[in-house]
């Protein structure tokens, strides 16, 4: 298996239970659950832990039990966890709202924020980097491994030359209408002149690829329990199979079907028993 580098967020998820849609403007009751393990970075790197790749996240968390908590529970998932750093200040928290439908509302409470960039990446062996974080400090590291190794990188954000990458992964409920109109020019605007595939997931609608040629994946038709986290399983599916060898209509189809297992369990991440199943279909 790969030697993956993912960085991004790592957070913990404090599940309240809708008992109705959230509305605009709505009175809205629900019922406190579980806090769980979360965040951009942490969910992909957990659901390529348990493919069986050899996955560093690089992240940090603040000096409070949340984030010894944090750390423990991404140890025991089985990721590297010796590029984390301890800052000062609270950890990362999220309340997670989820309706009856399964679909799902964050409300970030406060971010952890490196006060520099994390130069530590410099020295990590990788078959492949995944970026799935908001910070703006990373160009200058990226650009420097960007001949090394393959950058897949998540967006927004959307400034010039921010994530020197090789492939940009995004929602379109994230883009403007002028990024949509012309994915793969507003994907060289964040990633340089190494871009070669801008992918776009449209949740219900499947997925498209942009680059050499245009390519489509209709999606995988599921129950929906739990919508956290789908567009963070499908980039690890992504991830998996570009890092394998994979061409990208291959990869495509397999992030789309790990993007759908997602979806059809509980959970912010893929747990291992959904990714092992996916992996045998």
């Known amino acids: 298996m790969a030697r993956i580098v993912v960085v991004g967020s790592v ?55 949340t984030g010894q908590w944090q750390v423990d529970q991404l140890d025991a998932a089985g990721v590297d966890v010796s590029a984390i750093r301890r800052v000062a200040g ?22 952890v924020q490196e006060p520099e960039p994390p130069r530590r990446l410099l020295d990590l062996s990788a078959d492949l980097i995944y970026v799935r974080t908001r910070s703006t400090t990373l160009a200058p590291l990226l650009a420097d491994m960007v ?38 020019a507003a994907a060289r605007v964040v990633a340089g002149p190494s871009l070669e595939w801008m992918v ?33 399983a499908f980039a690890a599916g992504l991830c998996h199979a570009l890092s394998g060898g994979d061409k990208m209509p291959a990869a495509l189809a397999q992030a789309v079907r790990w993007g759908a297992a997602k979806v059809a369990q509980e959970g912010s991440a893929l747990t291992g028993e959904s990714v092992r199943r996916v992996l045998s279909a």
């Open 11 to 65: 957070a913990s998820d404090e599940v309240v239970r809708l008992t109705e849609r959230c509305r605009e403007g709505a009175h809205l009751n629900g019922v406190p659950g579980e806090t769980r393990l979360g965040g951009g970075g942490a969910n992909s790197a957990v659901a390529l832990a348990a493919a069986g790749h050899h996955v560093t996240l690089v992240t940090a968390v603040g000096e409070d039990e």
């Open 90 to 111: 609270p950890s990362t928290r999220s309340i997670l709202l989820i309706d009856p439908a399964g679909e799902r509302t964050i409300v970030n409470l406060g971010r």
């Open 147 to 184: 001949g090394r190794q393959p950058i897949i990188a998540h967006i927004p954000p959307m400034m010039a030359g921010i994530f020197p990458a090789h492939v940009v992964v995004a929602s379109a409920s994230d883009l403007d209408a002028d990024a949509l109109a012309d994915p793969m």
């Open 200 to 232: 776009l997931t449209r949740g219900e609608a499947g997925a498209e690829a942009f680059g050499p040629r245009h390519l489509t994946q209709a999606a995988v038709a599921v129950a929906a329990v739990d919508t956290t986290g789908a567009g963070d």
